[in-house]
């Protein structure tokens, strides 16, 4: 299977490219939506759904910003950075539906800045340290496939808002798991050494790979693509091993998740009433 294949296999049915952060090329998802909870929806379940996927995000999107100035090339910053904005703009909608559903009418910034880590819902593997780029790109390819195949569920959501950023955030997916994927494929297939680090760092996201399936059952689609990128790439997709890695959902986190939050709401904290 040629890369330009796999490529192309991954965007099928999603010929619109339009994938850039800052609001460009997109209409309001929200515009015109009902933002009543409907009847027959169970809000307080809603609400921890919004919060959980907001909180990947954040978390997500906070340790993209760590590769400012330290990616491999000034155009894979870039890439890096809009992704993350992508995913903070998908915070920002899941946290604001979050205030919406559980009545508090809470803003984003109450969700992002204002909790402590115990509060957070994110699953662990994306608060874990960036490590070296392998490690990243095999993450992103990891957290992009298994998102976006919620998010394609979610846009049959009975809740018309939370259908309307899934179908936002799917366009978005696509690209990050497509950069994603031709990275991991670059590495794989590369040199020596970066065939050995992508190979360790695929083998260390796959260990995590039970809570993702535990938050969201589409373990047999997500594997069939991971498979297939490993495959093009050399690789071969480490077993998923059994048992509890990290759970995250719950709010018990590893010891990266404090610091990472830290940096984060610092100067929110320190002035909590600003306005910019």
Same mark, same amino acid.
């Given at each position: ?8 296999? +991954? ?18 998802? +929200? ?42 090339? @000034?155009?894979?910053?870039? =890439? ?10 998908? *915070?920002?909608? +899941? ?11 809470? #803003? ?19 608060? +874990? ?8 790109? *095999? ?8 998102? @976006? ?6 846009? =049959? ?49 796959? *260990?995590?790979? #039970?809570?993702?399936?535990? *938050? ?29 890695? #990290?759970? #995250?959902?719950?709010?018990? /986190?590893?010891? /990266? ?13 320190? /002035? ?5």
């Amino acid at each position: 299977m040629s890369d330009d294949h796999v490529y192309m296999t +991954l965007a099928e049915g999603h010929e619109d490219d339009t994938r850039w952060a800052y609001g460009t090329g997109f209409e309001d998802p +929200l515009h015109g939506v009902d933002t009543t909870v409907p009847d027959g929806v169970d809000a307080a379940e809603l609400a921890a759904l919004c919060v959980a996927l907001g909180d990947d995000a954040l978390v997500s999107a906070q340790r993209l910003a760590e590769w400012t100035t330290r990616a491999p090339e @000034l155009e894979e910053e870039v =890439a890096l950075a809009n992704i993350g904005l992508d995913l903070l703009g998908q *915070a920002r909608l +899941l946290y604001s539906r979050a205030g919406q559903a559980d009545g508090t009418e809470r #803003g984003e910034d109450a969700y992002a800045y204002f909790r402590d880590p115990d509060d957070f819902r994110n699953v662990t593997l994306a608060e +874990l340290p960036g490590g070296d780029f392998a490690f990243s790109m *095999a993450r992103l390819l990891v957290l992009s496939s298994w998102r @976006l195949a919620h998010f394609q569920g979610l846009t =049959a959501s009975s809740d018309p808002v939370l259908a309307a950023i899934a179908a936002k955030g799917v366009k978005e997916l696509t690209y990050h798991r497509q950069y994603a994927a031709e990275w991991v494929i670059r590495l794989g297939d590369g040199t020596e050494e970066s065939h050995r680090r992508m190979r360790a760092g695929l083998r260390q996201v796959t *260990a995590y790979l #039970g809570e993702l399936f535990d *938050a969201y059952e589409a373990r047999d689609e997500v594997l069939a693509v991971l498979r297939q990128i490993a495959d093009v790439a050399g690789l071969a997709l480490p077993e998923m091993t059994p048992g509890d890695e #990290g759970p #995250g959902r719950q709010g018990r /986190h590893t010891d /990266h998740l404090a610091p990472l939050l830290t940096e984060l709401q610092s100067v929110a904290r320190a /002035h909590p009433e600003a306005t910019w």
